[in-house]
């Protein structure tokens, strides 16, 4: 099970979701799906996230064990 970090990384940054989503093209309801868990961003999208919030992919998200 992957948990998201998307939510943290953008108050870190103090960024909002809705900057990430104007950023992307994607709607805000996509960007709140992602932080929440609900969905994941296609491969390709992690990136585009990773440079808007000036991190690596790998800290989007973490892997935890059920």
Known sequence: ML?????LKL???KKKSKDLA???G??????????SGHAF????TLFKIADFLDCKVDDLY???KD
Request: aromatic share 10%.
């Open 41 to 44: 961003p296609p491969v390709e």
């Open 22 to 24: 104007t950023y992307l």
């Open 11 to 13: 108050v870190e940054k």
């Open 26 to 35: 994607v709607s805000v309801q996509s960007v709140s799906n992602w932080t």
């Open 62 to 64: 973490t892997y935890i």
């Open 3 to 7: 948990e998201s970090h998307i939510k």
